[in-house]
């Protein structure tokens, strides 16, 4: 790991963003939360309370079981201080805006999806800034450099409310204003906001794509493991309820897709520095990507596979 450590230390300086740049991405963040909130309504919210096992049993993997068992397997694992916080930042984020959209590819329950994601998106003003400081001070290993960077707590608070919460409200009135405007733009702000925000991590990588390389077996194999274990705490926790399995596939879906762009975002605003805290980030924001389309695709052709055989023994014998 001291390799990672020396090696890591030379892509500092090929993740500082200008002022014009870093304006772009957190307009993007906003725009990827606006087009996913234009579905919203605020029934949506209130089926959270009417039917609430599903939502809180994901809140609860996400805001609590996820930076926790993150903090305590970064430590035990001793990683490095700035791959661990880059992890445990990563897990202190609500769940990511296409996990609905993975979640209808994987025959999921949309609703109980979006249900997370806005309450999630919401919660997250308040906890993701709490669960970092917490957790990051918990772990020995992250203490020093967490107290080093010193990211303002009311700064972050500012921001995850100009990406996330002002966003969605927007875009729940325009949404229920303009009906037709929503379902002619929301495909193509999902589209859009993925391609542009997929555009940010490969120009940050290409500015060093040596020093990527020569640091991606180590980091990439973090990140795997630790989407790996998000999916399994949804997975788990879904199941530990007794849930139907379309809540329990979209409970998996909203753990394992972190808003790794929100990561990205806090960062480069407040400590562009970090530089493995960014490659840890910006790798979650390539690779949830891969295995949450892979996911929703093995669920789906499951679902599929199912429904052929059950149409097979309802057929007539010849």
């Known amino acids: 790991m001291n390799n990672t450590l020396s090696v890591s230390e030379s892509v500092v300086n090929n993740f500082q963003m200008s002022p014009t740049a870093l ?16 579905g919203l309504r605020p029934a949506d919210f209130g089926a959270v309370l009417r039917r609430p096992l599903a939502p809180v049993t994901g809140l609860v993997a996400q805001f609590l079981l996820l930076p926790a068992i993150t ?7 001793e990683i490095a201080p700035g791959l ?50 917490l957790y990051g001070g ?21 921001l995850v409310v100009l990406v996330l919460a002002l966003p969605m409200l927007a875009g729940m009135a325009i949404g229920a204003r303009f009906p037709r405007f929503v379902r002619r733009s929301e495909g193509f702000f999902r589209s859009a906001s993925l391609l542009v925000f997929l555009l940010f991590v490969v120009v940050s990588f290409s500015k060093h794509w040596q020093t990527a390389v020569q640091i991606a077996g180590a980091v990439l194999l973090l990140v795997i493991a630790h989407n790996a274990l998000a999916f399994l705490i949804g997975h788990f926790s879904s ?52 295995s949450g389309l892979s996911l929703a695709g093995m669920w789906n052709f499951h679902h599929r596979k199912r429904g052929l055989q059950r149409e097979l023994r309802q057929s007539p014998q010849s």
């Open 138 to 158: 918990l772990n020995p290993n992250t203490r020093d450099l967490l107290q080093a960077i010193a990211l303002p707590a009311e700064s972050m608070i500012l």
């Open 71 to 77: 903090c305590l397997v970064t430590w035990w694992l």
């Open 239 to 290: 199941r530990l309820m007794r849930l139907p399995v379309a809540d329990r596939r979209a409970v998996t879906m909203e753990v394992g897709i972190q808003n790794s762009g929100l990561a990205l975002a806090i960062l480069f605003t407040f400590y562009p520095s970090a530089g493995e805290m960014l490659v840890v980030a910006g790798f979650w924001g390539v690779w949830h990507l891969v």
């Open 23 to 38: 304006l772009l991405l957190n307009t993007v963040l906003a725009l990827m939360m606006f087009g996913v909130s234009l």
């Open 84 to 133: 661990a916080l880059g992890m445990i930042l990563v897990s202190c984020c609500p769940g990511g805006t296409f996990s609905n959209v993975m979640t209808w590819i994987g025959r999921g329950n949309v609703a109980t999806s979006v249900s997370m994601t806005a309450v999630s998106s919401l919660a997250a003003v308040v906890m993701t800034p709490l669960n970092f400081a």
